[in-house]
């Protein structure tokens, strides 16, 4: 049944009503039109048939001398001058015993014949039996007996149907335009509260719709505009408020960034100092003397893998947006990652149901968050296993799916994962994944976590598909 209703869904407003009076018509039309030709055609039968029963009787009128003098050419004669009537297939005139006088017939081929009769008075006032005033107690004389067709009658009301059809295809026709141009007029103002919802939906708040000549179109108008109003007014109150939870938030990041900091670089620093210091020994040899070096260079590298994350956690740039094809950039990633990870055992397969997935997105920032993303996932499985990424079209999103092998992520550090400097890593910062999401969000997309069957963490990603 849900099936059989679904065309209606997908018709609008205008469209429904336009169908409706149009099925309304139709329906009408053909009912009135049925029972109109039928009651004019049995009016028709009914005169055609009062008209052969009168040529009946005035023929038997006037052969009532013909008979009485037994004048069997008389008799044809007259037989054969009403033949001449259009539907008269054949005359007959009999005697009072049913001894046959005269008998005509044309050459008319008809399937279906009617007949009437007259009787044939002994009067000397014939005509007042043809206009129904004779007297009944006369004497029977003979009959006669008319045959006839209704092929005229048939003709007028084939014509008579097809004019009433042309008729009512016209006054149909002219129905639903005249309602469509009607309808048109109620669904206009609802075509335009679609547009400047949409338009309020993108952020315009300085949409205003027109009051119309309705009285309901002007207060949908009135309280539309009243509550584009109240959301500007909102939205201003809140960006205020925002703009003070913001003040507030970076004084408690500051904060917590300042001994983060301080905890991260004491770490490389004491190393560095305890390698400066053995160096300056003059007895060690080149063997501890290279080993200490390359602990400053790790060091330093590492510092300087610290303050980069702070700077762009700090003040990320600003993105520069385009259109983007997003299974191109997973492949020319995935190949990347692959020349560093296969060497290492880790396989990095890449499966796209789509050739093309075209989105607005900075292509540098993005690749860096996914390849955060796919590093993670590489570094938690063990040897020999797979890091499957799957790009699926889910109709107006693109979803890409990371899926590891790894032992997982607890239910309780799902939510902490995205968390400023929170990790669970010997080395790094905890802020990889929190510019990940950072970046995800601002190309309007979304980040989740699940648990990949049978075992390991996969991670999803959802993205708007590009307008167009």
């Known amino acids: 049944m849900k099936k059989a209703f679904f065309p209606l869904r997908n018709l609008t407003f205008q469209q429904r009503l336009v169908l409706g009076i149009a099925i309304l018509m139709a329906v009408t039309t053909l009912s009135l039109g049925v029972a109109g030709t039928q009651l004019a055609k049995n009016f028709l039968l009914i005169r055609f048939s009062d008209r052969m029963d009168f040529l ?32 008269v297939v054949r005359v007959s005139i009999k005697d009072s015993k049913g001894h046959l006088l ?19 008075w002994l009067t000397t ?18 009959t006669v007996e008319i045959y ?14 097809t004019r009433y059809l042309v008729l009512s295809v016209f006054i149909f026709l002219s129905g ?39 009285p309901e179109t002007r207060k949908l108008a009135s309280a539309f505009n009243t509550m584009t109003e109240a959301l500007k007014e909102s939205r201003k109150d809140l960006e205020e408020t925002y703009q003070k939870l913001i003040q507030e938030q970076a004084l408690a990041e500051v904060g917590h960034f300042a001994v983060t900091v301080a905890h991260e670089v004491k770490n490389p620093l004491g190393i560095i100092k305890g390698a400066l210091d053995i160096l300056k020994k003059k007895e060690i040899d080149e063997d501890m003397r290279a080993t200490m070096i390359s602990y ?17 956690f700090s003040r990320p740039r600003a993105l520069d947006f385009s259109r983007t094809d997003l299974a191109l950039l997973m492949d020319e990633t995935v190949r990347r990652l692959q020349l560093e990870w296969e060497p290492k055992e880790i396989t990095i397969s890449y499966k796209k149901d789509v050739e093309n997935a075209y989105i607005q997105a900075d292509e540098e920032a993005l690749s860096r968050a996914v390849i955060n993303i796919l590093k993670n996932a590489c570094e938690v499985s063990p040897k020999g296993e797979e890091v499957l990424i799957h790009l699926t079209d889910e109709g107006a999103t693109y979803r890409l799916s990371i899926s590891d092998k ?24 905890g802020l990889g994944l929190t ?8 190309h309007m997309g979304q980040i989740e976590v699940k648990d990949n069957e049978p075992r390991g963490t996969r991670i999803e990603i959802i993205f708007w598909k590009m307008n167009g």
């Open 176 to 214: 639903v335009i005249f309602f469509l141009i009607f309808t048109k007029s109620l669904t206009a103002p609802l075509a335009n509260l679609i547009k400047a919802a949409q338009k309020v939906a993108q952020g315009d708040l300085e949409v205003r719709l027109k009051k119309g000549s309705l």
């Open 406 to 429: 790894g032992p997982g992520i607890p239910d309780e550090q799902k939510k902490k994962i995205f968390e400023p400097f929170f990790t669970d890593k010997s080395k790094g910062t």
């Open 296 to 312: 400053v260079e790790d060091e330093i590298r590492r510092l300087d893998l610290l303050i980069r994350d702070f700077l762009d």
């Open 435 to 442: 510019l990940t999401k950072k970046i995800i969000e601002a």
């Open 56 to 87: 009946a009787k005035y023929l038997a009128a006037n052969s009532e001398l013909g008979i009485l003098l037994g004048d069997k050419k008389m008799l044809k004669r007259l037989a054969t001058n009403l033949l001449a009537e259009q539907d």
């Open 102 to 120: 005269a008998n005509v017939a044309s050459k008319r081929k008809a399937q279906h014949v009617n007949k009437t009769e007259a009787k044939v």
């Open 148 to 161: 006839y067709i209704t092929a005229s009658i048939d003709q007028l009301f084939t014509k008579l149907r």
């Open 125 to 142: 006032a014939s005509e007042n039996i043809v206009f129904g005033t004779g007297k009944n107690s006369r004497k029977v004389i003979g």
